[in-house]
Structures are given as structure tokens and as C-alpha cells.
């Protein structure tokens, strides 16, 4: 069975400061990853996705996620926020490619503070 | 190319009314699916449909939910007999292939049940 965590439903970082999201894993067979943004009014939108090969992972907007197979980990990060990145962001994983649904983790909305 | 389309973008229903959430996917998709954010969780997978046909229905509430997506016109989410905790944001997402993790996948906005 597959599911995702995403610790800390809330993260507030400043202008220019480091971003880190975190999500973690578990899944019975080799997981496809994700990372969707939604910004208010709007529908989710791929930042980045690991299927195979490379563990990291770069999407748009500057940001990257690391595949940590060991720590059952897929954290999202980006150097240097920006007031556009203030959104909601969840993480998902998919029964390899065929799979027809994602498995969602809860969110963590994203706060850039001036 | 106008993106996935849902309507509308707000409903309020009453107890016991009907609920009818409409999807029309990006033009020449034939793969629909349909999630519910609930408050405070994340998106949950309810149905996954191709034209006239559930090709996967497990997340689907037994009673009260229905889906379709008829070979013309959008694909219909219907809730009968709407009760408070059917209040929820439901996405819906289109794509031209099977496999929900492949990159033409696009999400609609969502439209935002309220139940009264």
C-alpha cells in the first residue's frame, strides 16, 4: 500500500531563505514521486516528478527534490524563496506508471514573509 | 487549449439535495479523474473514467455517488442526498493516456461543495 507524510502542515520561511518541504513515503513496490503546487483559485500543478534514474529531481521554478531511497524520503527544497512561491504544496506517490491514482499526503502550505 | 474546466467553481447545497459537479477535459483527452480534498487532508482518489466507461471506481463512496462521462459533453460527478460532511473541494484532472503518472496529466480548479 502506498501513503505519504508531509511533516508540518505550515512552514513560513523569508524572502531570499532557504525552502525545505518535507514528505516521506512508503510504498510496496519502487514509487513514482511527485510534487504539485496549488496556488489559491487554481488547480495543482506539477513542479517536479521521479520515476526512474536520477535522484534528483529538478522542476520549475527553481526548485529540486531529492529521491532518498534509504530514508523513504522526497524532500522539496528551493535556495532562495520568493513572495510567488507562497502556496500550497503537496507530495504524492503513484503505483508505478500504469497506476490510475495518486496517493496524496496532506499539504503544507508555504508562507514567504517580506 | 483551454485547460480542464470544472463548473462551477462554488455550489452550496441544502441537506438532502443533489449535487452535480461538471468536468470537461482539455480537448482531446479521454481520461478523467476525480479526487476530494476533505478539511485538513489531502486529496483523496475517488473515480477514474474513459469515455462511457468506470474503469476504476474504489475510491467512490458506495452510496449516494455516481459518475459518468458520456461520449459527448463533460464528465459528471452526482451526489444525491448531499449530507454536511460531502462538504469538500473536488478536483478533477484529464489526460490524453492511461496511467495517472504521465506528464499530460492537468488538474481543473476545483469546485467547492458547501452543504447546509
Known amino acids: 500500500a502506498q501513503s505519504v507524510t508531509q511533516l508540518g502542515s505550515h512552514v513560513s520561511v523569508s524572502e531570499g531563505a532557504l525552502v525545505l518541504l518535507r514528505c516521506n513515503y512508503s510504498?510496496?513496490?519502487?514509487?513514482?514521486l511527485f510534487w504539485y503546487v496549488q496556488y489559491p483559485n487554481q488547480g495543482l500543478q506539477l513542479l517536479l516528478k521521479y520515476t526512474t534514474g536520477a535522484t534528483l529531481v529538478k522542476g520549475i521554478n527553481g526548485f529540486e527534490a531529492e529521491f532518498k531511497k534509504s530514508e523513504t524520503s522526497f524532500h522539496l527544497t528551493k535556495p532562495s524563496a520568493h513572495m510567488s512561491d507562497a502556496a500550497e504544496y503537496f507530495c504524492a506517490v503513484s503505483e508505478g506508471y500504469t497506476g490510475n491514482q495518486f496517493y496524496f499526503g496532506t499539504g503544507t502550505s508555504l508562507t514567504v514573509i517580506p | 487549449n483551454a485547460g480542464v474546466m470544472q463548473n462551477p467553481r462554488h455550489l452550496v447545497r441544502r441537506r438532502g439535495q443533489e449535487a452535480r459537479l461538471r468536468c470537461s477535459p482539455m480537448k482531446g483527452h479521454s481520461h478523467v479523474y476525480w479526487y476530494r480534498q476533505l478539511p485538513e487532508e489531502g486529496l483523496k482518489f475517488m473515480v477514474y473514467l474513459q469515455k462511457e466507461n468506470i474503469i476504476d471506481e474504489s475510491g467512490m463512496p458506495k452510496e449516494r455517488f455516481s459518475a459518468e462521462f458520456p461520449k459527448e459533453g463533460p464528465s459528471i460527478l452526482r451526489i444525491q442526498q448531499v449530507v454536511r460532511g460531502d462538504s469538500a473541494a473536488y478536483f478533477c484532472?484529464?489526460?490524453?493516456?492511461?496511467?495517472?503518472?504521465?506528464?499530460?496529466?492537468?488538474f481543473g480548479s476545483g469546485t467547492q461543495l458547501s452543504v447546509l
Open positions: 510504498s510496496s513496490v519502487p514509487p513514482y
Open positions: 484532472a484529464s489526460s490524453p493516456q492511461q496511467g495517472a503518472t504521465n506528464e499530460k496529466l492537468f
